[in-house]
């Protein structure tokens, strides 16, 4: 581990780190105490974690599948998550587009979608979503961090400190969802924000 660099004095430092929920402001101590929480804290834990996590390859391929292939057997969502062994990310499942999907589909599939959100756990999805526009049919890949309120405070700062890893092995992601609670995934919200992102 490398060695936390040498503070004297007494320190403020004022910050404001919003990963999910957990919100960090105006801390105040001496160098001893700050040291104190940097190594002890849930911040320290899920660094020395993150440290040797990949991305699966599956990741990439099964993504390119649902990025190239049109028609039948076109995924419509990707479920990662951390692995049991907290070395790489993996596929947790995938699911095809229905037969017959239209964009008039979309909210109840997406209902469907939030029905398998993990109330505890962090996860990373990947979704097709479809709907029209004035011009006509319209597609976007949306990834979706979800770091429930309700997981455990060193899994969802591992999430997030491992989302940008994800995110640049995906090329071609459209618009990114962050969500902590239901209410920042409900379809009214996330389809306000893909149709915002074609203007």
């Known amino acids: 581990m490398t060695p936390l660099p040498e503070i004297t004095g007494l320190l403020t430092v004022e910050f404001t780190l919003?990963?999910?929920g957990l919100r960090c402001v105006h801390a105040s101590s001496s160098d001893h105490a700050l040291r104190s929480f940097l190594r002890s804290s849930p911040l320290q834990a899920a660094v020395m974690a993150?440290?040797?996590?990949?991305?699966?390859?599956?990741?990439?391929?099964?993504?390119a599948k649902l990025k190239n292939t049109s028609g039948a057997g076109r995924i419509k969502m990707i479920e990662m998550r951390i692995s049991d062994s907290g070395k790489e990310v993996i596929v947790e499942s995938s699911e095809l587009r229905?037969?017959?999907?239209t964009p008039e589909k979309e909210k109840e599939c997406?209902?469907?979608f939030l029905a398998?959100?993990?109330p505890k756990e962090p996860r990373w999805f990947v979704y097709d979503y479809?709907?029209?526009?004035d011009d006509g049919l319209r597609e976007k890949i949306l990834f979706v961090h979800w770091a429930p309120d309700e997981a455990p405070v060193k899994k969802k700062m591992l999430a997030a400190s491992t989302k940008e890893a994800i995110k640049k092995k995906l090329t071609g992601l459209h618009v990114i969802v962050e969500a902590s609670?239901?209410?920042?995934?409900?379809?009214?919200e996330v389809d306000a924000k893909v149709r915002a992102s074609s203007k």
Do not use: Q, R
Request: hydrophobic share 40%; charged share 25%.
């Open 116 to 118: 398998k959100l993990p």
């Open 98 to 101: 229905a037969d017959g999907h």
């Open 110 to 112: 997406w209902e469907a």
């Open 18 to 20: 919003t990963i999910y």
């Open 181 to 188: 609670a239901m209410g920042d995934v409900s379809f009214e």
């Open 130 to 133: 479809s709907y029209k526009k």
């Open 50 to 63: 993150m440290s040797g996590i990949e991305v699966n390859e599956e990741v990439v391929t099964t993504f």
